[in-house]
């Protein structure tokens, strides 16, 4: 039997509660527009927001009427995990390279990898610099302001659309599945 499904689509965010067994409450997503997302070689994770859904193994239905669902691959706003790496590495991620541009002391203000930083804080960032490493199909979807992630929380049960982005192999072979259906 069971309850119809939730059926969560990419919108506003909307949430409904359900009564259930022993008095105990669920939380219907029925729309949803942002969720925790986790960079695990980082270790950190934030909010973002969920810009569209691109892959379902289930069921390509799903992306098209753009229903999430766990495991579903979705693009996400790049903008807080830039941010965290340019104020933490003293580093730019995801910028076109230029050949040494000239920055106004407006944007030098502005931008944290170009502060001016004491000799001692100089120095720890120095330290922190030669750890930081991003994987260059990581550092390609910065460029563009979108990263993949995929859904690991069940947003119809849990009222939360909460993942990880997606590195290495795994990002390889959902890059590669992506392309497939393109070329269809």
Known sequence: MGRAPANTKLGHKRIHTV????????????RLDTGNFAWASEGISHKSRIIDVVYNATNNEMVRTKTLTKNTIVQIDAAPFRQWYEAHYAKPLGRKKQAEKKYTEE???????????????????????????????????????????CISSRPGKCGRSDGYILEGQELQFYVRKLRAKKGK
């Open 19 to 30: 009564r259930t067994m022993g008095g105990n409450i669920k939380l219907r997503a029925l």
């Open 107 to 149: 944007e030098k203000a502005e931008l944290p990898f170009l502060k001016k930083r004491s000799h001692k804080t100089q120095k720890k960032y120095d330290e922190r610099q030669k750890t930081a490493f991003v994987d260059p199909a990581v550092e390609e979807q910065f460029v563009a302001g979108k990263l993949y992630a």
